[in-house]
């Protein structure tokens, strides 16, 4: 193959591999924005979005490398790869931002629900109190 074919399929799976990992971002996005819902349907359907473009993403990446091996090495080449391979290092970081966000308010929003669990087994002092005393009788006058 050509080192101008070569570069051109690298760069054919650098777009890829971008695309992918905003979609990767936007999913995260998704994600936090379907924590702390009534139902958890539309956050687990980010996150198994999520492992479907992490997979999608293992599949470019493996190519890029299959790629990247069987390319020229003039100096023109390398100059180009280290811009193309900038390009997805700067949208990995966007992605990798996302995800620690969406991992940072995961743990919140799990913290939040255990101590809320937490104060349910806790008994009520109200009640308590009122359920300690004694029960009135309750009767109706009917004279009056």
Same mark, same amino acid.
């Not at 979005?49 to 091996?69: C, F, K, P």
């Given at each position: 193959?050509?080192?101008?074919?070569?570069?051109?399929?690298?760069?054919?799976?650098?777009?890829?591999?971008?695309? $992918?990992?905003? *979609?990767?971002? %936007?999913? #995260?996005?998704? +994600? @936090?924005?379907?924590?702390? &819902?009534?139902? =958890?349907?539309?956050?687990?359907?980010?996150?198994?979005?999520?492992?479907?473009?992490?997979?999608?993403?293992?599949?470019?990446?493996?190519?890029?490398?299959?790629?990247?091996?069987?390319?020229?090495?003039?100096?023109?080449?390398?100059?180009?790869?280290?811009? $193309?391979?900038? *390009?997805?290092? %700067?949208? #990995?970081?966007? +992605? @990798?931002?996302?995800?620690? &966000?969406?991992? =940072?308010?995961?743990?919140?929003?799990?913290?939040?629900?255990?101590?809320?669990?937490?104060?349910?087994?806790?008994?009520?002092?109200?009640?308590?109190?009122?359920?300690?005393?004694?029960?009135?009788?309750?009767?109706?006058?009917?004279?009056?």
């Amino acid at each position: 193959m050509s080192t101008t074919a070569q570069a051109s399929a690298i760069a054919v799976h650098v777009e890829a591999a971008k695309r $992918l990992l905003r *979609e990767l971002e %936007q999913q #995260a996005e998704t +994600a @936090l924005n379907a924590l702390g &819902r009534d139902s =958890s349907a539309d956050f687990f359907a980010a996150v198994d979005a999520r492992d479907t473009i992490l997979g999608q993403l293992d599949g470019v990446v493996n190519a890029l490398t299959t790629e990247r091996q069987a390319a020229g090495e003039s100096q023109t080449d390398k100059r180009e790869m280290a811009s $193309l391979f900038a *390009e997805i290092a %700067q949208a #990995a970081t966007a +992605a @990798l931002e996302s995800h620690d &966000r969406l991992t =940072s308010e995961t743990r919140r929003e799990r913290d939040r629900l255990a101590q809320a669990l937490r104060r349910t087994a806790r008994p009520d002092p109200v009640a308590r109190q009122y359920g300690a005393s004694k029960p009135r009788a309750r009767t109706i006058s009917v004279t009056g």
